[in-house]
């Protein structure tokens, strides 16, 4: 008895498929060189990163975006030097996943596979733009995900206490 259910257990393994990549919008602006700024100067690059997730018509398929701005100043004078923004989008064939567990599933795994062919984009835009290869580094998707949650769950006590406007 123990291993018919080990072997159900088995076969309702989570599957995922990546079914496609695809950039859904992207815009790279070179201040540096409409300013006909130096250069020679040192940049400091902020990363914003977002993420979304939805269910597609086809069954068990969805769809989920990272969403990057990532903005270069020069750390001297506060000057813009390049602003890029990108909405990378994966499609994915997604089984068995326990439906309290698709929401993590979505914003955690899969942006992790999609994420190795991002970073080569926003690397290879970076350098055709002018600039170094921008390298990203490894984004935590699972602290990300937790800091979500907190945000929402905050926002959500905040309206709650507040007192109900008089009509």
Request: glycine content about 2%.
């Amino acid at each position: 008895m123990a291993e018919a259910e080990a072997a159900t257990q088995q076969s309702k393994a989570p599957q995922m498929r990546v079914m496609g990549q695809f950039i859904r919008d992207m815009s790279f602006e070179n201040i540096m060189a409409q300013k006909g700024a130096p250069s020679d100067v040192q940049p400091d690059v902020q990363v914003q990163v977002s993420l979304d997730a939805k269910k597609r018509s086809v069954e068990n398929q969805y769809e989920t975006a990272i969403k990057l701005n990532v903005t270069s100043k020069a750390k001297e004078s506060d000057t813009t030097l390049f602003l890029l923004e990108i909405d990378y989008v994966g499609i994915f064939h997604i089984e068995d996943v326990p439906e309290d567990q698709l929401h993590p599933f979505l914003l955690i795994e899969c942006p992790r596979m999609i994420f190795p062919f991002l970073r080569r984009i926003v690397s290879d835009v970076t350098r055709d733009g002018g600039f170094p290869p921008l390298n990203l580094e490894n984004i935590d998707f699972i602290q990300l995900y937790r800091n979500e949650i907190a945000r929402r769950k905050a926002s959500t006590t905040a309206a709650d206490a507040q007192p109900p406007a008089d009509a």
